[in-house]
Nanobody
Framework: VQLQASGGGLVQIGGSLRLSCAAS????????VAWFRQAPGKEREGVSC????????TYADSVKGRFTISRDNAKNTIDLQMSGLKPEDTAVYYC????????????????????WGQGTQVTVSS
């Protein structure tokens, strides 16, 4: 079971990046997928999550309207499109997957997820 995150990099304020997480070693029938981020000296925080059979994705207030999460079951990938990037978005971004059902209230909780990618650095410069 592996999750490989990619797409990070250095971008200017207001720019865009698309992160991708490729899953291997298991089928795409996991229940929940999510992106988290961790800035230096800070705790890991939930950015966005998407549960199977849910009404739609969940976003942290700080990224609503700027980030979009998506999953492609055929390719077994989970993407995060980020636009309008700000310096406070600078962090290492991680993708995560959970197979069992998950309450929406727990969707952005790092403790809810079993499998994690290795992280990809996003740096937004002024």
């Amino acid at each position: 079971v592996q999750l490989q995150a990619s797409g990070g990099g250095l971008v200017q304020i207001g720019g865009s990046l698309r992160l991708s997480c490729a899953a291997s070693g298991f089928a795409s029938d996991y229940h929940s997928v999510a992106w988290f981020r961790q800035a230096p000296g800070k705790e890991r925080e939930g950015v966005s999550c998407l549960r199977t059979y849910s009404n739609g994705p969940t976003y942290a207030d700080s990224v609503k309207g700027r980030f979009t999460i998506s999953r492609d079951n055929a390719k077994n990938t989970i993407d995060l499109q980020m636009s309008g990037l700000k310096p406070e978005d600078t962090a290492v971004y991680y993708c995560a997957v959970r197979f069992n059902r998950l309450l929406n209230s727990m969707c952005l909780d790092p403790g809810s997820y079993t499998y994690w990618g290795q992280g990809t650095q996003v740096t937004v410069s002024s």
